[in-house]
Protein backbone atom coordinates (compact mmCIF):
# COMPACT_ATOMS: atom_id res chain seq x y z
CA UNK A 1 0.00 0.00 0.00
CA UNK A 2 1.44 3.36 -0.96
CA UNK A 3 0.45 6.45 0.96
CA UNK A 4 0.64 9.77 -1.05
CA UNK A 5 0.46 13.00 1.07
CA UNK A 6 0.08 16.41 -0.20
CA UNK A 7 -0.91 20.14 1.35
CA UNK A 8 2.21 21.25 2.83
CA UNK A 9 4.01 24.77 2.65
CA UNK A 10 4.38 27.68 4.54
CA UNK A 11 2.30 29.42 6.39
CA UNK A 12 2.14 32.79 8.98
CA UNK A 13 0.97 31.77 12.55
CA UNK A 14 -2.85 31.42 12.87
CA UNK A 15 -3.52 31.15 8.85
CA UNK A 16 -5.01 27.18 8.39
CA UNK A 17 -3.72 24.86 6.64
CA UNK A 18 -5.41 21.54 4.97
CA UNK A 19 -2.92 18.23 4.84
CA UNK A 20 -4.51 14.97 2.86
CA UNK A 21 -3.61 11.64 2.42
CA UNK A 22 -4.64 9.27 -0.42
CA UNK A 23 -3.45 5.44 0.05
CA UNK A 24 -3.25 3.26 -3.42
CA UNK A 25 -5.83 0.34 -2.04
CA UNK A 26 -9.26 1.27 -0.16
CA UNK A 27 -8.24 -0.70 3.26
CA UNK A 28 -11.27 -2.99 4.15
CA UNK A 29 -12.51 -4.27 7.92
CA UNK A 30 -10.49 -2.43 10.96
CA UNK A 31 -7.98 0.47 10.14
CA UNK A 32 -6.28 3.01 11.52
CA UNK A 33 -5.04 6.47 9.83
CA UNK A 34 -3.20 9.20 10.92
CA UNK A 35 -0.92 11.73 10.49
CA UNK A 36 2.32 11.64 12.81
CA UNK A 37 5.41 15.12 12.62
CA UNK A 38 8.82 15.16 13.54
CA UNK A 39 10.36 18.19 13.99
CA UNK A 40 13.96 19.48 13.26
CA UNK A 41 16.38 17.12 16.31
CA UNK A 42 13.56 15.81 17.57
CA UNK A 43 11.34 12.51 17.78
CA UNK A 44 8.40 11.18 15.44
CA UNK A 45 5.19 11.85 17.51
CA UNK A 46 1.60 11.20 16.78
CA UNK A 47 -0.40 14.24 15.70
CA UNK A 48 -3.87 12.78 15.46
CA UNK A 49 -5.15 9.36 14.39
CA UNK A 50 -9.17 8.16 13.51
CA UNK A 51 -10.30 4.88 13.09
CA UNK A 52 -12.48 2.83 10.22
CA UNK A 53 -15.23 3.54 12.40
CA UNK A 54 -14.38 7.28 13.38
CA UNK A 55 -12.88 7.30 16.53
CA UNK A 56 -10.51 9.95 16.86
CA UNK A 57 -7.64 10.83 19.06
CA UNK A 58 -5.03 13.51 19.28
CA UNK A 59 -1.97 14.68 20.99
CA UNK A 60 -2.51 17.56 23.86
CA UNK A 61 -0.54 19.63 21.69
CA UNK A 62 -3.05 20.44 19.14
CA UNK A 63 -6.48 19.39 20.61
CA UNK A 64 -8.76 22.43 20.03
CA UNK A 65 -6.90 23.34 16.73
CA UNK A 66 -6.30 20.64 14.77
CA UNK A 67 -9.06 18.66 13.16
CA UNK A 68 -8.82 15.06 11.99
CA UNK A 69 -11.27 13.22 8.99
CA UNK A 70 -11.96 10.90 6.40
CA UNK A 71 -14.05 11.72 3.35
CA UNK A 72 -13.99 8.34 2.25
CA UNK A 73 -12.08 4.99 3.38
CA UNK A 74 -9.32 5.63 1.61
CA UNK A 75 -8.75 9.37 2.44
CA UNK A 76 -7.65 11.22 5.36
CA UNK A 77 -7.06 15.34 5.99
CA UNK A 78 -5.72 17.06 8.89
CA UNK A 79 -7.25 20.06 9.23
CA UNK A 80 -4.57 22.52 10.77
CA UNK A 81 -6.52 25.51 12.16
CA UNK A 82 -4.62 27.93 14.54
CA UNK A 83 -1.16 26.91 13.56
CA UNK A 84 1.67 28.13 15.74
CA UNK A 85 5.55 28.38 14.66
CA UNK A 86 5.86 25.18 17.12
CA UNK A 87 3.96 22.62 15.07
CA UNK A 88 6.56 23.54 12.22
CA UNK A 89 7.80 19.89 10.95
CA UNK A 90 7.85 17.05 8.12
CA UNK A 91 4.06 15.51 8.55
CA UNK A 92 4.37 11.65 7.71
CA UNK A 93 0.63 10.06 6.61
CA UNK A 94 0.18 6.88 8.13
CA UNK A 95 -2.35 3.89 7.84
CA UNK A 96 -2.15 0.60 10.45
CA UNK A 97 -3.66 -2.25 8.74
CA UNK A 98 -3.58 -5.64 9.04
CA UNK A 99 -1.03 -5.80 11.25
CA UNK A 100 1.12 -3.82 9.48
CA UNK A 101 2.00 -0.18 8.98
CA UNK A 102 2.56 2.03 6.27
CA UNK A 103 3.70 5.51 5.99
CA UNK A 104 3.52 8.49 3.30
CA UNK A 105 6.51 10.15 2.38
CA UNK A 106 6.27 13.01 4.57
CA UNK A 107 5.23 16.80 3.42
CA UNK A 108 6.83 19.92 5.20
CA UNK A 109 4.76 22.15 6.88
CA UNK A 110 6.87 25.53 8.24
CA UNK A 111 4.28 27.84 10.35
CA UNK A 112 6.51 31.62 10.57
CA UNK A 113 5.82 33.78 13.31
Known amino acids: VQLQASGGGTVQAGESLRLSCVTSETPFGFNVMGWFRQAAGKQRELVATITSSGATNYADSVKGRFSISRDNPNTVSLQMNSPKPEDTAVYYC?????????WGQGTQVTVSS
Open 94 to 102: HLGWRGLAY
